[in-house]
């Protein structure tokens, strides 16, 4: 990686990695993804602040993308078995295996709580540290009611990009910063305002290559 790419790269993880603690809530929230990291700390968040709730949600998505798993089990699954083999009892685990984006996480998770009676007033999100901010304001536009709360491992991006596919990472992390607008837009998302520099950093790394998980754009 140049120190070019690095450079924006990191502009664009500062504004998505809103670095907030853990906090306790009715319900902690796994969405979608493809780093087991991630769920190794959300079982060590959920024994130490003692959530009997936790929603594990993600189907078999994005196949043949940069941001794909290469399970073949749907991501909820597999965030469930490691959980169990963290220590978290089975019994507070809820999955939802048939989302296939953020949205549907969100959207998908709150049908299954109703469907079990589940009430919940405030949801903690656990989820890669560059998508923190969207998986908020996914969130907060598609459940509204809820008042939510979002967190990851504590980690750098030079430590985050150790032993991973950069490549992979990099494709990833532009994609979901161009999706603010245009998600909130759709109503999606809850709109956010975005720096210059980050939009800056944003189309720089999209003229560098970096556009295999992109939506439709419109130069600013």
């Known amino acids: 990686m140049t120190p070019e790419v690095f450079a924006n790269a990191k502009i664009l993880w500062d504004y998505n990695y809103l670095a907030e603690p853990p906090r306790k809530a009715d319900a902690l929230f796994l969405f979608g993804h493809n780093d087991l990291?991630?769920?190794?700390?959300?079982?060590?968040?959920?024994?130490?602040?003692?959530?009997?709730?936790?929603?594990?949600?993600?189907?078999?998505?994005?196949?043949?993308?940069?941001?794909?798993?290469?399970?073949?089990?749907?991501?909820?699954?597999?965030?469930?078995?490691t959980l169990i083999k963290a220590g978290v009892a089975i019994q507070r685990i809820f999955i939802e295996n048939q989302a296939q984006n953020t949205g549907q996480n969100v959207t998908l998770s709150r049908e299954l709580l109703r469907a079990h009676q589940i009430k919940?007033?405030?949801?903690?999100?656990?989820?890669?540290?560059?998508?923190?901010?969207?998986?908020?304001?996914?969130?907060?536009?598609?459940?509204?009611e809820v008042a939510w709360f979002v967190n990851s491992m504590r980690i750098t991006f030079e430590e985050y990009l150790h032993n991973q596919p950069a490549e992979h990472i990099l494709h990833a992390l532009v994609g979901d910063t161009a999706r603010f607008d245009i998600y909130a837009e759709k109503g999606f998302q809850i709109p956010q305002r975005m720096p210059v520099a980050v939009k800056r950093a944003m189309?720089?790394?999209?003229?560098?290559?970096?556009?295999?998980?992109?939506?439709?754009?419109?130069?600013p």
Request: hydrophobic share 45%.
């Open 203 to 219: 189309f720089r790394l999209i003229e560098l290559g970096y556009n295999q998980h992109l939506p439709k754009l419109e130069r």
């Open 37 to 81: 990291r991630v769920v190794e700390y959300a079982a060590q968040v959920a024994l130490d602040l003692n959530f009997k709730v936790i929603v594990c949600s993600g189907g078999i998505a994005h196949v043949g993308e940069v941001v794909e798993t290469g399970w073949d089990q749907p991501e909820a699954e597999v965030f469930a078995e």
């Open 120 to 144: 919940v007033k405030s949801g903690l999100i656990i989820h890669k540290p560059f998508m923190e901010r969207r998986a908020l304001v996914t969130a907060q536009a598609q459940w509204p």
